[in-house]
Each structure stands twice: as C-alpha cells, then as structure tokens.
C-alpha cells in the first residue's frame, strides 16, 4: 500500500510511459480495477475508511488527528482475531491511536530499521521547487535504507523465517508522496521530454482553493520543463515502489505461499502532479486525479486478466477480505464484498461511487498547523476556511456531481470532460440531472449517517446505583 499515488501513474491503467512491470504483472494474473475511487483525498481518513468499512463522516474520522481508538472496528484487529497472525511491516502515524496497532497485530514495527525517511531539501524556501515540494536526485548514500527499504527488507526477513499460517501481511510504504525524491536508477528512468504537460486549471477558475493555492504557492513560476522533472521524478519513485513489490512477492514465492496467498496493490489517494496548477492534495479535493485508485488483487480463486469496469470502493476492501478468511464483521459497515467481481468483471458492483472531504467552518480550531513546506497550504485552512469547506461528491456512469457545502455546487460530463475542467451546474440544461445527482448525494449521506454498535448498554447502571447506595 504506496502512499499518494495515482492510477494513471501505473502502466497496467493506460499510462505507456510508466515502468511497474511487477504491477502490471500482478493484474496479469488477477483482476485490475478500472473505477476504484478512495473515499477521501486525505491520508489518515481515507486509511481509516479502508481499516473499517465506515465513510470518513460516519464517525467523524476526517482528520489527520483522529485515529482509530481502541474500542472501534479495524481490519487487522477483526482478521487477528479470527485466527490469523498479522504482521505490519513498519508503523504508520496515520491510521491509528495509541495502543491499537499492538492490540490488532502480532507483530508490527521493523525487523531492520530505517536511518532517514527524506533527504533535506536542496532549494531554500523562496526557490519554486522548494514550494512544489521537490527534491531532486537522491545521492546513493542517502537512500541506503529509508522508510520504505526498511518495511520492505521487514516483510522479506519475516517471510524468509516463516509466518505462521494463516497470515495477513501489510505493508504500507511512504512513496510516492512528496518530496519528491528518488535515488538511480530510477530517477533517470522516465525521459522528460516525454511526459506530458498538466491539465490546465479549470475555465471557471474551479473551486476557491485552486487559485488559492496556486496564489501562494506561486506555481505559475514552474515552467513545462519544471513540471516534466517533477512528473519524472514521480514516476521514478513509483517505479521503485514497484520494484519492492516485486521483492516481496518474490518473498512469497521463496516461502511456498504463493499459490495459497491473496495479492493485493491499493494506495490511499492520488496526487495533483502538477494538474490545475497544484501540487500534493487538499482535504476537500475531489478531482479525478486524487481519488481514483490503482486497485489490483490476484491469488487463488481470482480470474486471471480479469477487467472490472465497474465502480468500487475503497470500504469494500474490508468485507472482501473478510469473505476471504472465512471471517465476520462484527460491527455495521458500508462496504460490499468484491469476489462476484473478481470472479467476473462484467458484474456490476455499484452504479456509482462516492467521495468526500472537508470541514465545517465551526471546526477551524482543529485543523492542523505545519512547519516548512507545508506552512502555507496548512495557513491558507485557518486563513480561509471556506476553502476546505465540506464536500460530498457522487461519480456516475455519466457524470460527476460536487456538492460544497459553502461554495456552488460542480457538475461534469465524464465523456466530454475527463479532466474536470468545465464545471455544468447551473445550466438550465442540466437542472433536472443536478437536482437527481443532488439527491442521491443527500440519499447517500443521510443512509450512511452513523453506524448503531452491535453490543447494547445496560440501561440501568447498577454498578453505579450499587456505589451510590440506591
């Protein structure tokens, strides 16, 4: 599970100048995912989403500081305690609160440790690259053993010396996410000059944070060729996490479980790159580029070359991997098992997805606050808040409908308009088709609203009433 990267950053979703032959290999074998979409554009909510089945909203998980507590439902806890020993390669900050990844695994942190995570940034701050959070070329020596060469040299020591079975395995890795930065031979893999340019920002400006955001960051200073060794460089790293794919199935393979384990490749949430004149992310963001997800799942009952061109999710991870270990959720989720689609593509799963993000104007006191790079993106929330106003958006067949909560709504037509450019809400046209998408957005929302815990409280507190002498 790389972090931040987009579908079509991966050869095997149509990008011809990408280099992932181990993911290309692995949707080879099994099912590739064409219309998976994350269900926020942010890390720690969209990662809690995946652990739970539960949209962002239904527990309030839309933060980078509320995490999953000891008493809520989580994959790695429920397959656990199931019978499975799970190993987590590493440890995430992002996902969970203190205490509950020991109390979900059986093992987690590393076998060998990580010396660096990211090199110090060669730009001084007023440099553009040093607000396009670029790096560049990574000397060898500081790319030894970062972060994600760690995790992975954990998930190949651990395989080697023998799991015990059953087994879930997790290895969440940091790359690609910004800096962007990577050491040979995969920082020179991509040819600039070949990479193409970023989408334009939208012909109405779009929502209030794209041009906030490119104001302050002050993009308009990168050239075409500064974007392209930006791209390059992102690719590069996603090629790297590629390779350690590759290693650890690989692993697999050396320990004999191959033929019995479920592959599975997913991020969290894409990446601007560069589009509409951004870089990163933006919790309220919903293009196309930030939530469609380079889902692939192989193994054993999974159909070979298998297409699904359908709409998933990313909630409906946990049930398929429930199903697949013969285990039961033991709280309300909202995800749907995939195995019909693995098994055929051609299933229909969902006739849309949704996405969400955002905050209320009320909550701007718990917003995060950051140093260097990321002061100004984390200022421009507290300066400005109806720039990361709430958001719920629904993606159909046709169209795409964003509904903000403080700014007008988005309309565009999938076909005519992949890139999300020319926003339709409004047009007399397009009233009754706003209005029905609106609707489903309130149906979703108001279907979804909290989740009832399975276990009763006692109505009567006797324990208390003991205490007290009544």
Same mark, same amino acid.
């Given at each position: 599970?790389?972090?931040?990267?987009?579908?079509?950053?991966?050869?095997?979703?149509?990008?011809?100048?990408? /280099?992932? =032959?181990?993911?290309?290999?692995?949707?080879?074998?099994?099912?590739?995912?064409?219309?998976?979409?994350?269900? /926020?554009?942010? !890390?720690?909510?969209?990662?809690?989403?995946?652990?739970?089945?539960?949209?962002p909203?239904?527990?309030?998980?839309?933060?980078?500081?509320?995490?999953l507590?000891?008493?809520?439902?989580? @994959?790695?806890?429920?397959?656990?305690?199931?019978?499975?020993?799970?190993?987590?390669?590493?440890?995430?900050?992002?996902?969970?609160?203190?205490?509950?990844?020991?109390?979900?695994?059986?093992?987690?942190?590393?076998?060998?440790?990580?010396?660096?995570?990211?090199?110090?940034?060669?730009?001084?701050?007023?440099?553009?690259?040093?607000?396009?959070?670029?790096?560049?070329?990574?000397?060898?020596?500081?790319?030894?053993?970062?972060?994600d060469?760690? !995790?992975?040299?954990?998930?190949?020591?651990?395989?080697?010396?023998?799991?015990?079975?059953?087994?879930?395995?997790?290895?969440?890795?940091?790359?690609?996410?910004? =800096?962007?930065?990577?050491?040979?031979?995969?920082?020179?893999?991509?040819?600039?000059?070949?990479? =193409?340019?970023?989408?334009?920002?939208?012909?109405?400006?779009?929502?209030?944070?794209?041009?906030?955001?490119?104001?302050?960051?002050?993009?308009?200073?990168?050239?075409?060729?500064?974007?392209?060794e930006?791209?390059?460089?992102?690719y590069?790293?996603?090629?790297?996490?590629?390779?350690?794919?590759?290693?650890? @199935?690989?692993?697999?393979?050396?320990?004999?479980?191959?033929?019995?384990?479920?592959?599975?490749?997913?991020?969290?949430?894409?990446?601007?790159?560069?589009?509409?004149?951004?870089?990163?992310?933006?919790?309220?963001?919903?293009?196309? !580029?930030l939530?469609?997800?380079?889902?692939?799942?192989?193994?054993?009952?999974?159909?070979?070359?298998?297409?699904?061109?359908?709409?998933?999710?990313?909630?409906?991870? @946990?049930?398929?991997?429930?199903?697949?270990?013969?285990?039961?959720?033991?709280?309300?989720?909202?995800?749907?098992?995939?195995?019909?689609?693995?098994?055929?593509?051609?299933?229909?799963?969902?006739?849309?997805?949704f996405?969400?993000?955002?905050?209320?104007?009320?909550?701007?006191?718990?917003?995060?606050?950051?140093?260097?790079?990321?002061?100004?993106?984390?200022?421009?929330?507290?300066?400005?808040?109806?720039?990361?106003?709430?958001v719920?958006?629904?993606?159909?067949?046709?169209h795409?409908?964003?509904?903000?909560?403080?700014?007008?709504?988005?309309?565009?037509?999938?076909?005519?308009?992949?890139?999300?450019?020319?926003?339709?809400?409004?047009?007399?046209e397009?009233?009754t088709?706003?209005?029905?998408?609106?609707?489903?957005?309130?149906?979703?929302?108001?279907?979804?609203?909290?989740?009832?815990?399975?276990?009763?409280?006692?109505r009567?507190?006797?324990?208390?009433?003991?205490?007290?002498?009544?």
């Open positions: 599970m790389p972090d931040q990267l987009r579908a079509d950053a991966v050869g095997c979703f149509g990008n011809p100048l990408a /280099h992932t =032959p181990n993911v290309d290999a692995l949707a080879a074998r099994g099912t590739r995912f064409e219309r998976a979409y994350a269900q /926020h554009s942010v !890390c720690g909510p969209s990662r809690v989403s995946i652990m739970t089945g539960w949209y909203h239904v527990r309030g998980h839309r933060t980078l500081t509320h995490l507590k000891p008493w809520e439902p989580n @994959l790695l806890r429920l397959l656990k305690a199931s019978g499975y020993h799970v190993a987590h390669a590493g440890l995430r900050g992002d996902t969970f609160a203190a205490g509950v990844t020991k109390d979900s695994t059986d093992r987690f942190g590393f076998a060998v440790r990580p010396t660096t995570l990211f090199m110090k940034s060669p730009y001084p701050p007023e440099h553009p690259f040093a607000r396009a959070y670029y790096h560049g070329k990574r000397p060898d020596a500081a790319a030894v053993l970062d972060f060469e760690a !995790c992975t040299r954990t998930a190949e020591a651990w395989l080697a010396e023998g799991l015990p079975e059953p087994w879930l395995l997790y290895v969440p890795l940091v790359f690609p996410h910004p =800096p962007f930065e990577v050491e040979e031979p995969w920082y020179s893999l991509h040819p600039r000059a070949r990479l =193409p340019a970023p989408v334009e920002p939208p012909r109405d400006g779009g929502p209030r944070y794209v041009g906030a955001l490119r104001a302050r960051h002050d993009t308009a200073r990168l050239s075409r060729e500064d974007w392209a930006l791209k390059g460089t992102y590069g790293m996603v090629s790297r996490v590629d390779a350690q794919l590759g290693r650890v @199935l690989a692993a697999v393979a050396r320990a004999g479980a191959e033929s019995r384990t479920l592959s599975v490749f997913l991020t969290d949430h894409g990446e601007y790159l560069g589009d509409y004149g951004l870089v990163e992310k933006w919790p309220s963001g919903q293009h196309e !580029c939530l469609r997800d380079p889902l692939v799942i192989a193994g054993p009952g999974v159909r070979e070359g298998n297409v699904a061109r359908g709409f998933v999710e990313l909630v409906d991870l @946990l049930p398929t991997l429930l199903e697949t270990a013969g285990a039961e959720a033991r709280h309300t989720h909202f995800g749907r098992s995939l195995w019909p689609v693995l098994r055929d593509g051609a299933v229909r799963h969902r006739d849309a997805a996405s969400e993000g955002g905050f209320l104007l009320s909550e701007e006191p718990l917003l995060e606050r950051a140093g260097f790079p990321y002061d100004l993106k984390a200022g421009l929330q507290h300066e400005d808040p109806v720039s990361v106003g709430r719920a958006t629904v993606r159909t067949d046709s795409t409908y964003v509904h903000r909560l403080y700014e007008r709504p988005e309309l565009y037509d999938r076909f005519r308009d992949p890139a999300e450019r020319e926003n339709l809400a409004g047009r007399p397009f009233a088709l706003e209005t029905h998408l609106r609707e489903r957005v309130l149906e979703w929302l108001l279907s979804t609203a909290d989740a009832i815990p399975w276990e009763p409280d006692p009567v507190d006797r324990e208390g009433a003991i205490r007290g002498g009544a």
